[in-house]
């Protein structure tokens, strides 16, 4: 069996090692001319770092990344809401790694390239069409100018080519753009003294306003590469999200004051993080609709082609890897590479599309929403506001959802 993966990113190269490690060959083709390090700061959970460390990555993520060993839920004004240990403390038998998306993309490429060959990723390589027979698929990429660069054939084809995907639009191309719900996410990471135990994350503010704080690397001098971003309401989500080519594009310190100067964090100086990053960017905070379905005959999604969501509870990344897994095992385990996509499919689309809709209302981060709403004050007691289990029902809740929950002894 081949299968051509369409994308290049933490998905896609993620279900190469998959499927390198069970005898299935694959050929990576992605449409950036090189994969670089791009990106900020990105949590990935223990369930999906437990498939990257079945595949012998675990030493080298220990070398780029930070261990997060804990979580505190504030509100805007830095009143906890919450508080729970995390990864290894937490009880579980692999880290929760901060990590740079690059450096974390970065790693498993490498990985890809040691393992499959240098020919396995070709880049500058758009999809253009693709069409299957009886016998497999075929794929035709071109470059930026419209040239025709590359044909693959394959048994079967991944579209893991994120929110724009071109895979998905050949399903169902009158979906449209993706959906923007008037928030925008500004991030950025500068070098800055450990805060807490150094392997500390800060949430604080719900979904009208949000602020995230945790270190991704070690730094020069002592310090620690330490991640940033705010999300803030500046629509009400009733027009269409920014030009595609404004997604990451440099943000603005005048249009970022107003909301830094609405946060209280006691354990960091928030505001002196932001003065200190020399360049940061904006997105806009966009997802699309869950999918009727996801593969047709030979052909599939995986991650954000398939479920993009909106970023809280630290499960965009993992929950690709959580694809690639599943993907992988289901094409070992079926008889007929068609009855492997239906099955991933029934594996993992309802599953994802309910984190879709939980990330919607906040995700586990939704009960600093529910406290902000009921005491938006402040409070003397958090349990006068909501009780210990009311929170627990929301936090943990989410977390059994989306696959992470501590596992029970």
């Known amino acids: 069996m081949k299968a051509i993966i369409v994308g290049g990113g933490i998905g896609g190269l993620s279900t190469a090692l998959m499927l390198h490690a069970r005898g299935i060959a694959c050929e990576v083709y992605e449409q950036s001319e090189k994969i670089q390090e791009l990106g900020v700061g990105i949590n990935t959970l223990p369930h999906a770092i437990k498939e990257l460390a079945g595949l012998g990555l675990l030493e080298q993520l220990d070398a780029v990344a930070i261990r997060t060993e804990e979580l505190f839920y504030l509100t805007q004004h830095g009143q906890q809401v919450w508080y729970e240990k995390r990864g290894l403390s937490a009880g579980h038998d692999v880290p929760q790694f901060s990590i740079h998306r690059g450096r974390l993309q970065s790693v498993i490429h490498h990985a890809v390239i040691d393992r499959l060959g240098a020919d396995a990723v070709q880049t500058g390589c758009r999809l253009g069409a693709f069409h299957q027979d009886e016998g497999g698929v075929r ?88 991640n940033w971003a705010i999300l803030a309401r500046v629509g009400d989500g009733s ?44 997105y806009p905070c966009c997802d699309r609709d869950p999918l ?15 479920h993009p969501m909106y970023p809280v509870g630290s499960n965009g990344a993992s929950q690709a890897i959580l694809d690639a897994r599943a993907l992988a095992d289901c094409l070992v385990q079926a008889e007929h ?73």
Not at 158 to 180: C, N, Y
Not at 256 to 279: K, R, S, W
Not at 396 to 401: F, I, P, W
Request: proline share 7%; net charge negative.
């Open 139 to 226: 794929a035709y990429f071109f470059d930026r100018s419209g040239a025709h660069v590359a044909s693959a054939r394959g048994d079967i084809l991944i579209g893991a080519d994120g929110i724009h995907s071109k895979v998905r639009q050949t399903f169902f191309p009158a979906e449209g753009p993706p959906q923007w719900n008037g928030l925008m996410l500004w991030r950025g990471a500068t070098d800055w003294p450990a805060f807490l135990t150094g392997r500390s994350m800060i949430i604080a503010g719900g979904l009208r306003a949000k602020a995230v704080i945790y270190p991704i690397a070690p730094g020069e001098g002592g310090q620690q590469l330490t």
């Open 292 to 306: 009727p379905y996801w593969s047709s005959g030979r052909v599939t999604l995986l991650g954000d082609a398939a």
């Open 337 to 409: 590479p068609c009855q492997a996509l239906a099955d991933y499919e029934r594996q993992r689309l309802q599953l994802t599309a309910d984190i879709v809709a939980s990330n919607r209302r906040g995700g586990p981060e939704g009960v600093i929403d529910v406290v902000e709403e009921l005491a938006p004050q402040g409070f003397s007691d958090i349990d006068t506001v909501l009780d210990f289990e009311a929170r627990q029902a929301i936090v943990r809740g989410y977390a059994a959802k989306a696959g992470f929950a501590v596992p029970q002894s």
């Open 239 to 282: 027009k269409p999200p920014p030009r595609r080519e404004d997604w990451s594009r440099i943000g603005r310190r005048d249009e970022l004051a107003p909301y830094v100067a609405g946060f209280d964090i006691p354990q960091v100086d928030f505001a002196a993080l932001i003065a200190a990053t020399l360049e940061f960017w904006e």
